[in-house]
Nanobody, 116 residues
Framework: QVQLVESGGGLVQAGGSLRLSCAAS????????MAWYRQAPGKQRDMVAS???????NYADSVKGRFTISRDNAKNTVYLQMNSLKPDDTAVYYC??????????WGQGSQVTVSS
């Protein structure tokens, strides 16, 4: 059974940094498209950053220059380094993995709270 487990969330002051990790219990992790989403209370879930199997990255305009997504295929893990955090970044952050064929998977979510 595929599992994506996020870690690294928490409470941080504005201007601070956090690094989220998502460990995937899958075979052929390197063939998965990976992404981070976030959902604030009362809002829809939006993509924050994504990384392809070849390492190409894409970011939402709201996080460009502050967040960095990366992956370590040897550890079956994707990361989201978040710098210069703002209160508007407060949300539950979800990891998503999509294989070449079939449906994608979601992690359980990790709360990130940025205080002003």
């Amino acid at each position: 059974q595929v599992q994506l487990v996020e870690s690294g969330g928490g409470l941080v002051q504005a201007g601070g940094s956090l690094r989220l990790s998502c460990a995937a219990s899958v075979s052929a992790f390197s063939s998965y498209f990976m992404a981070w989403y976030r959902q604030a209370p009362g809002k829809q879930r939006d993509m924050v950053a994504s990384i392809t199997t070849t390492g190409n990255t894409n970011y939402a305009d709201s996080v460009k220059g502050r967040f960095t997504i990366s992956r370590d295929n040897a550890k079956n893990t994707v990361y989201l380094q978040m710098n210069s955090l703002k209160p508007d970044d407060t949300a539950v952050y979800y990891c998503r993995g999509i294989p070449r064929t079939g449906y994608g998977y979601w992690g359980q979510g990790s709360q990130v709270t940025v205080s002003s």
